[in-house]
C-alpha cells in the first residue's frame, strides 16, 4: 500500500480518537525512524518514551523472537521463569518489595489506587478514601487514571469520575497540606511531571510530600510511568532524593516497546492491602514481556545507560539553553536528564513547531503549556544533539 492509502484506510476505519502526523513509520536503526518512502528522521520522542535502546537493536530482537518462540502466555493461574526473573529485577532496581505486572501505565495506576483504597479500608473500615492528585498532572486514561489526572480537558467529557480525587499545585507543599485529612488514603504524584509541561519536583516539595505522608499515614505514590527507567540518569527519579514512594508505577521504557507496566510496593503495604481475589489480569506479567522487562533491566546495566544519560546530560541541556538563547520564541528550559522541555512564546504555537521539525526529519512532542518535549532514545550521542539543534534553529 502506498502511504497516501495507509493513511487514508485508518482514518477511515479507527475510531478518531488521535491527531496523528501525516507520516506512516515502516522501520528504525538506532536513532533513526525511516517512513513508507525510505526518508530518515531522527527521533526525539522514543514513541512517547519507551524505545529507550532506539530501533533496529539485533541482541533485542534475537532474545524476544526466542522467547516468541517458546512461550508467550499461560495466565496467572501458574508460575513462569521469566515472570519470577522480572519480578525479582524490578524489586532490585526500584527498592521496593512486591510487584504486580500490568499491560500498560494507566493500569499501573488503577492498581496503585486501588492498592491505596484498600490500605485504607483494613485501616479504618471505612469506604469514603480521598486521593490528593496534581495540577497539571498525568496518569492515563482509564477512569481512576483519569481520576487523578489534573487537566480539566481529559476529566470533564467523563463525569461522574472516581469519588474522592482532590488537587493541590504541584511543587507547593502548603496547598497539599491543606487538603490532608482523615480520609486522605494517598498522594499521587509524578516525580517529574510530562505531559504537564515538565515540571521537575524540587527536592524540598518531595521531602516534604514524603514527611507529610509518614505523620499522617498516607501512602506516597510516584509515577515514574514517564521519567523511571534511566530517563533522567537513575532507574528511577526518586532514587536522586533521599525519598522512598510506598508505591511506584512504571511502564513505557520498563519493557522495550512490549505492553507492560507494573507497581511495585513496599512490604509494609503489600501485607496490609490487597487480599487473594482482589485484583488480577489476563495478560499482566506473561513470558513475552515478562522476559522484555529483565532484558530491559539487563541492558540497562550492561551498557550503563544510566552513566550515559549523566554524562551527556550537559551537554543536551547546553544545546537547548542556547537555543532559548537564540530565538525570542522560546522562553524557557526545564527537565531532567534525558526528559526536557522548551517552553514557547504564546506567538508560536508548539504543534506547529513539531509539525515542521518533522517534515525536516526531526521528532519531537508536545507538552501541555505550549512546550516543546524532547525524550530521545537513551542512546542519544552528542552528534544527535547538534542535529536536533541545527533542525529546531532553522525552525524558531
Ligand atoms: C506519568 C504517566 N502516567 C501514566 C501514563 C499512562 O500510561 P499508558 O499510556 O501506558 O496507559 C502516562 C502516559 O503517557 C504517563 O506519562
Same mark, same amino acid.
Given at each position: 500500500?502506498?502511504?497516501?492509502?495507509?493513511?487514508?484506510?485508518?482514518?477511515?476505519?479507527?475510531?478518531?480518537?488521535?491527531?496523528?502526523?501525516?507520516?506512516?513509520?515502516?522501520?528504525?536503526?538506532?536513532?533513526?525512524?525511516?517512513?513508507?518512502?525510505?526518508? +530518515?528522521?531522527?527521533?526525539?520522542?522514543? #514513541?512517547?518514551?519507551?524505545?529507550?535502546?532506539?530501533?533496529?537493536?539485533?541482541?533485542?530482537?534475537?532474545?524476544?523472537?526466542?522467547?516468541?518462540?517458546t512461550l508467550?502466555h499461560v495466565?496467572?493461574?501458574?508460575?513462569?521463569?521469566?515472570?519470577?526473573?522480572?519480578?525479582?529485577?524490578?524489586?532490585?532496581?526500584?527498592?521496593?518489595?512486591?510487584?504486580?505486572?500490568?499491560?500498560?501505565?494507566?493500569?499501573?495506576?488503577?492498581?496503585?489506587?486501588?492498592?491505596?483504597? +484498600?490500605?485504607?479500608?483494613?485501616?479504618?473500615?471505612?469506604?469514603?478514601?480521598?486521593?490528593?492528585?496534581?495540577?497539571?498532572?498525568?496518569?492515563? /486514561?482509564?477512569? #481512576?487514571?483519569?481520576?487523578?489526572?489534573?487537566?480539566?480537558?481529559?476529566?470533564?467529557?467523563?463525569?461522574?469520575?472516581?469519588?474522592?480525587?482532590?488537587?493541590?499545585?504541584?511543587?507547593?507543599?502548603?496547598?497539599?497540606?491543606?487538603?490532608?485529612?482523615?480520609?486522605?488514603?494517598?498522594?499521587?504524584?509524578?516525580?517529574?511531571?510530562?505531559?504537564?509541561?515538565?515540571?521537575?519536583?524540587?527536592?524540598?516539595?518531595?521531602?516534604?510530600?514524603?514527611?507529610?505522608?509518614?505523620?499522617?499515614?498516607?501512602?506516597?505514590?510516584?509515577?515514574?510511568?514517564?521519567?523511571?527507567?534511566c530517563r533522567?540518569?537513575?532507574?528511577?527519579?526518586?532514587?536522586?532524593?533521599?525519598?522512598?514512594?510506598?508505591?511506584?508505577?512504571?511502564?513505557?521504557?520498563?519493557?522495550?516497546?512490549?505492553?507492560? #507496566?507494573?507497581?511495585?510496593?513496599?512490604? /509494609?503495604?503489600?501485607?496490609?492491602?490487597?487480599?487473594?481475589?482482589?485484583?488480577?489480569?489476563?495478560?499482566?506479567?506473561?513470558?513475552?514481556?515478562?522476559?522484555?522487562?529483565?532484558?530491559?533491566? +539487563?541492558?540497562?546495566?550492561? /551498557? /550503563?545507560?544510566?552513566?550515559?544519560?549523566?554524562?551527556?546530560?550537559?551537554?543536551?541541556?547546553?544545546?537547548?539553553? +542556547?537555543?532559548?538563547?537564540?530565538?525570542?520564541?522560546?522562553?524557557?528550559?526545564?527537565?531532567?536528564?534525558?526528559?526536557?522541555?522548551?517552553?514557547?512564546?504564546?506567538?508560536?504555537?508548539?504543534?506547529?513547531?513539531?509539525?515542521?521539525?518533522?517534515?525536516?526529519?526531526?521528532?519531537?512532542?508536545?507538552?501541555?503549556?505550549?512546550?516543546?518535549?524532547?525524550?530521545?532514545?537513551?542512546?542519544?550521542?552528542?552528534?544527535?544533539?547538534?542535529?536536533?539543534?541545527?533542525?529546531?534553529?532553522?525552525?524558531?
Open positions: 500500500m502506498t502511504s497516501d492509502e495507509i493513511m487514508k484506510k485508518a482514518d477511515e476505519d479507527l475510531i478518531a480518537v488521535y491527531n496523528r502526523f501525516p507520516v506512516v513509520f515502516s522501520g528504525g536503526e538506532g536513532m533513526y525512524l525511516f517512513d513508507n518512502d525510505g526518508k +530518515r528522521y531522527l527521533d526525539f520522542a522514543s #514513541g512517547i518514551g519507551v524505545n529507550a535502546f532506539g530501533y533496529g537493536d539485533k541482541e533485542i530482537a534475537k532474545e524476544l523472537s526466542m522467547q516468541l518462540g508467550v495466565s496467572n493461574l501458574y508460575y513462569t521463569e521469566p515472570l519470577s526473573k522480572a519480578a525479582e529485577a524490578v524489586k532490585e532496581i526500584s527498592g521496593l518489595d512486591r510487584v504486580f505486572f500490568t499491560n500498560s501505565g494507566a493500569e499501573a495506576v488503577e492498581g496503585a489506587l486501588k492498592t491505596a483504597k +484498600r490500605y485504607y479500608f483494613n485501616k479504618t473500615g471505612k469506604n469514603d478514601a480521598k486521593v490528593i492528585a496534581m495540577n497539571s498532572s498525568f496518569h492515563g /486514561r482509564t477512569i #481512576g487514571a483519569v481520576s487523578v489526572t489534573g487537566t480539566d480537558a481529559y476529566r470533564s467529557p467523563f463525569y461522574p469520575l472516581m469519588e474522592g480525587a482532590v488537587f493541590a499545585d504541584y511543587n507547593d507543599l502548603s496547598s497539599v497540606e491543606k487538603l490532608i485529612d482523615a480520609r486522605t488514603c494517598a498522594i499521587i504524584m509524578e516525580t517529574v511531571q510530562g505531559e504537564g509541561g515538565i515540571h521537575p519536583a524540587t527536592a524540598e516539595f518531595i521531602k516534604g510530600i514524603r514527611r507529610l505522608c509518614d505523620e499522617h499515614d498516607i501512602l506516597l505514590v510516584l509515577d515514574e510511568i514517564q521519567c523511571g527507567m533522567t540518569g537513575e532507574f528511577f527519579a526518586f532514587q536522586k532524593y533521599d525519598v522512598k514512594p510506598d508505591i511506584l508505577t512504571s511502564a513505557k521504557a520498563l519493557g522495550l516497546g512490549l505492553p507492560v #507496566g507494573a507497581f511495585i510496593v513496599s512490604e /509494609r503495604v503489600a501485607k496490609n492491602s490487597l487480599k487473594p481475589g482482589d485484583h488480577g489480569s489476563t495478560y499482566g506479567g506473561n513470558p513475552l514481556c515478562t522476559s522484555a522487562v529483565s532484558l530491559s533491566i +539487563r541492558l540497562m546495566k550492561e /551498557r /550503563r545507560v544510566r552513566e550515559h544519560v549523566k554524562e551527556l546530560t550537559p551537554y543536551f541541556e547546553e544545546t537547548l539553553d +542556547r537555543i532559548v538563547e537564540g530565538s525570542d520564541k522560546v522562553k524557557e528550559r526545564r527537565g531532567e536528564g534525558f526528559m526536557q522541555g522548551l517552553l514557547l512564546d504564546e506567538n508560536v504555537k508548539a504543534r506547529d513547531i513539531v509539525s515542521a521539525a518533522l517534515s525536516k526529519g526531526l521528532i519531537l512532542l508536545t507538552a501541555e503549556g505550549n512546550v516543546i518535549r524532547m525524550l530521545p532514545p537513551l542512546i542519544a550521542e552528542k552528534e544527535d544533539f547538534d542535529r536536533m539543534n541545527e533542525i529546531l534553529s532553522s525552525l524558531l
